[in-house]
């Protein structure tokens, strides 16, 4: 038995099956850059960075330097009891970055879910109000506000009941519910059927907040048209709702720009980070408007580990090190160079390549059998990551039924290292297409 091999098993002995894993032979042992060395000693070009972590790549020399000198001064006091300067020097760089009107002020929780949690508390304490609209295809995390939030099923059976006072609309995804619609045309329906359903559903007055992602992850990277934001944006101004936008996964210039909000020129109340955040190192904030952050009481916010002193170190080198590399620039020219390359792929195999989406280095494909989408592909998306595992390629999927592939791929990869990933991919699709034998119905294609 190999090493990879030993340690799966050990993990299906001691780990419980609820703990997923997209691909049960995959191991790590060191990373750098934006490739990932197993146990056995293969090196594999990372396209997931820790889904969505590692925008500053693996092993920083930057971050590893700031952990290991905070490390050695002060690993652990808990904000609660005494003030420290990197959690802080953290909030200042936060506030500074994404300014929620004339005035900011930041928490620092441990997780985007806790983020989401916290941001929802929050709002519900500033405005008097109970009620919070979500969307569909949304992921916001798996504690147990935040999984109602969630709208995956697969992630939710056997979990409830869930929170009370959670509504749901259509996600904006021209793509999937435009109808034939022209892009106007289909936002000022979407933006008639929020007002609706702060009339049938939820009236305005009762409404805290409306969270949404502005492109959205396990969704499979979606992006919501700008004008949909903008307009969003105007409705919640309009009956004193708070607008909480989460850039877990969007966030740090993941999309050509630090926050995806600002691709709308918009402002939310309050806006949810995690994940790139701390090169690694777990942490995540809640940014919002002074006066909003502040409506929340003594006590009600917090937790014993939120705002590490060593994350809030890491957090800052990593804030430090993205700037000095410029990486929503590189965001956005790597993600023009994948979206030629899977545009393509998309005029190759039109027959199983149903649409080709992102925005910056956020890019996905969804697979559909004749573009139709009531036939999810679902096996060839798990055909192409199977092949792109065994030559040394590194993906996931996304979507209600896992037929979309996404790469979150280090913002520092070398050209050459996207180019060959990249080549792997297309040749992974070809032979799927080649080898595909179409079910005859629908209902046999999920």
Not at 96 to 105: D, L, N, Q, R, V
Not at 335 to 357: L, S
Request: hydrophobic share 45%; with cysteine; aromatic share 6%.
């Amino acid at each position: 038995m190999g090493r990879n091999s030993d340690l799966a098993a050990r993990r299906a002995k001691v780990m419980p099956r609820g703990i997923g894993c997209f691909h049960e032979t995959a191991t790590a042992e060191r990373a750098a850059g934006a490739v990932i060395t197993d146990l056995e000693g293969r090196e594999l070009i990372d396209l997931i960075g820790g889904i969505g972590v590692m925008n500053v790549g693996h092993s920083s020399d930057a971050v590893v330097r700031a952990i290991r000198e905070q490390a050695g001064k002060l690993q652990h006091t808990c904000i609660h009891v005494a003030t420290y300067e990197p959690y802080v020097a953290l909030c200042e760089k936060l506030a500074a970055m994404f300014p929620h009107g004339e005035s900011s002020k930041v928490m620092l929780v441990n997780t985007g879910a806790e983020a989401v949690e916290n941001a929802v508390k929050i709002a519900r304490q500033f405005t008097g109000r109970s009620e919070v609209i979500c969307f569909t295809e949304a992921f916001h995390g798996r504690t147990m506000l935040a999984l109602t939030l969630t709208s995956k099923v697969g992630y939710k059976r056997h979990c409830g009941p869930f929170a009370a006072g959670v509504q749901r609309l259509p996600y904006p995804s021209h793509f999937r519910y435009g109808d034939g619609l022209s892009l106007e045309a289909f936002v000022d329906r979407e933006l008639t059927r929020l007002r609706q359903a702060l009339i049938n559903m939820a009236p305005a007055d009762e409404v805290a907040a409306v969270i949404i992602e502005p492109v959205q992850g396990e969704g499979g990277f979606v992006e919501a048209p700008i004008e949909y934001l903008r307009g969003l944006r105007e409705i919640c101004t309009e009956h004193g709702i708070m607008l909480i936008v989460d850039e877990v996964q969007s966030g740090f210039g993941r999309t050509g720009k630090w926050a995806a909000y600002q691709h709308a020129d918009i402002t939310p109340d309050l806006s949810t980070w995690a994940k790139s955040l701390g090169g690694g190192l777990p942490i995540g904030a809640v940014i919002g408007r002074a006066e909003v952050m502040d409506a929340a009481l003594p006590g009600t916010l917090g937790g014993t580990y939120g705002g590490n002193p060593i994350a809030c170190a890491a957090a800052i080198a990593t804030i430090d090190e993205m700037k000095r590399l410029r990486l929503d620039e590189r965001a956005a020219s790597l993600g023009a160079r994948i979206r030629e390359r899977f545009g393509a792929i998309h005029n190759r195999f039109p027959e199983i390549v149903g649409d080709v989406r992102g925005v910056g280095c956020m890019m996905a494909i969804e697979f559909l059998y004749g573009g139709d989408l009531a036939a999810p592909a679902t096996e060839v998306a798990s055909a192409v990551l199977r092949g792109c595992l065994k030559k040394g390629v590194l993906m996931l999927n996304a979507g209600a039924h896992g037929n979309i592939i996404r790469i979150l791929c280090p913002l520092v990869i070398a050209e050459a290292q996207l180019d060959k990933a990249l080549g792997v991919i297309e040749e992974e699709v070809a032979a799927a297409a080649a080898s595909l034998v179409q079910p005859q119905e629908s209902g046999a294609r999920g």
